[in-house]
Structures are given as structure tokens and as C-alpha cells.
């Protein structure tokens, strides 16, 4: 034992039992699997990577046109393209456990049966820090209604994942929702050990032209600057009721708009869509807090849901 010598940061943050050295993650779908960002970011300098959704058997995802730029953000309709769980586990994970990093995986299914599957193929995978559980996804037993947008749902899904692994699990809420409080209360009661939220709000984009939609799939998930202040929002609404902590996501661009989330009552923070503008945005926004840190002679633990009355 290292009595009394354990270093301390400014940047450091415990969620779930898992220490960050910073409160700056990539958001999934936007990192793929962490090597692509390779060549142009410092991977080692994030306090941790949640790699694209995985699901039991491999998804082509949607056809095309499956991105639309919308005014301040994106809509996207992939379709949660993946290799597979077993393909992530063999040719995705040797080179996500040789990074300094932690390394979150997001999974999804189609039924509560797919995700417990998923869930304990993942569970005890050398490298592996957590499991985020996308809730963001239809139901096919329940005719296609997202299980993260029913709270009875959303606790059947949590409580299996949660009972079939050891690993610690974040689960990501939808913001699709008319009261993200009662999500938050219906998945920590389901045992979930910490929530992140948003994910994407569905929107819509038509060519006035040819008076078609703009994707394929008519509808797709919204993300970047355009949904952070409902992002915001609902951190701070959640951070009202939550005994567990918070990972904020949405529309973060800079380390200010990270600051906002943190100052909320998020813990951590998730950068998504950024990451196609700039793909070392993720360790701009670390320097950034690091730099607000010191100039206001404080940390991120003391910082997280700060907000004046
Ligand atoms: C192209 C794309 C793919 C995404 N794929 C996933 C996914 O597989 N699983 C998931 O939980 N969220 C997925 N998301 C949602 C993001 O992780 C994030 O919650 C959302 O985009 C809001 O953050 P942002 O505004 O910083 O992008 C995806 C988002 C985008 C833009």
C-alpha cells in the first residue's frame, strides 16, 4: 500500500466505483471503436471512450441518406450499424485495452433477452470499465415503442442487464420523453449505477423540392449545439432527483459547454457530434477545464451541481 501518496487531481472523478482522471468522454456512434480516432487525437488523454452500440449479431444499419446537416447540428438515421459483439470482443478490444483510458461499451437489443445476452458476453472482458446500456431503441415485443420511453419497460431491461453482470452500469436515457425524472427514479430503482443522458431527439428534415424526406427513414435523432440547452435542462432536472451520478451529453462543442453540464449536476460529460467538426475536440475541452479549474482555484468534484440559486 502507497499510504498517503495517492495523487490527486483537479480533473479526477469517481462514477460508479470507476475513477476518470477527467470528466471528458466520447459519446457513442461518434468514436466508432476509439483506432479510427487514432491518427488524429490523443486517446490516452480522455478520461474514456464508449465505443459504438453493440448488439448480439452484426447490423448493416439503415440505407441511405442516413446523415441530413440541420441548422447548429445533425440528424442522423445509421440504424446502429455495428460489427457484433463477438467481432468487437475479438478484433476491437486488444487494441482498446492496451489504451490509458477507460473503455465503455454501449449495447442495445430488440428485446430485454438481447441486451442480458450482450451484457454477459461483455462481462468480465479483460480492459472493459463499464456497460452503457442505449434504452433509445424499439421494442419489437411491445410494437416498436423505445423501451426508454416507458418507465415500467425501462426497469425490466435495467434489472435484467443489471442482475445477469458485474461490470458497473450506466444507462442513457432518452430525452423522448415528457418527464425525464421519472426515467431517472424508474432506472436507479432498477439498479442502475449511473444514468447518461441525452441521446438523440428525433427530428425530421424535408426537400421542399422534391417534397421527400431528407433520410431515408423520414425521422432521425438530432444532436449537436442545436439540443444542449434541452440537454442541459435535463441534467439539471435529473440531477433533482438522482442518488446516482449523471454523464451529460449533448450539442458539446468546447470546454465551456462541458462546464455547463458539470455546473448542472453532471459528473461527467460525453462529446458526440463535435467530434466530426474537430476530431481532437474531446482533449481541447480537457485542457479548457483544466485551465477554468485552476483559474477559479477549484476542482471538478467541488464544481458538479454548483449552480447558484
Ligand atoms: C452518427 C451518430 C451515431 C450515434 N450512435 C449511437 C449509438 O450507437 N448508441 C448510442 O447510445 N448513442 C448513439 N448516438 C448518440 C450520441 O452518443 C449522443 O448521445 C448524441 O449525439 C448527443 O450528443 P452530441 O450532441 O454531442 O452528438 C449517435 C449519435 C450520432 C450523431
Redesign the pocket.
Known sequence: MNKGVKKTSRLAVEIAGIRFKNPVLT????FGYGSEYAPYTDLGRLGGI?V??LSLEPRAGNPGPR?VETPS??L?A?G?Q?VGVESFIKEKMPFLRRLKTNVIA?I?GETVEDYKEVARRLDGVAGLTAL?I?I?CPNVKKGGIAFGVVPTEAHRVVSAVKSSVGLPVIT?LSPNVTDIRVMVKAVEEAGTDAVSL???ITGMAVDVEKRRALLATKTG?L???A??PI?VRMVWEAAQVATRPIIG????MTAKDALEFIIAGASAV?????NFVDPDSAVKAVDGIEEYLKRHRTSVKDLIGSLKA
Open positions: 459519446a457513442s456512434g461518434t464508449v459504438k452500440g446523415t447540428g445533425m442522423n445509421i446502429l455495428n454501449n442495445f452503457e442505449n433509445s442513457k441525452i441521446n438523440t435523432g444532436s449537436g449545439p439540443i444542449r440537454a451529453i449533448g450539442g458539446i460525453q462529446i458526440g457530434t463535435a
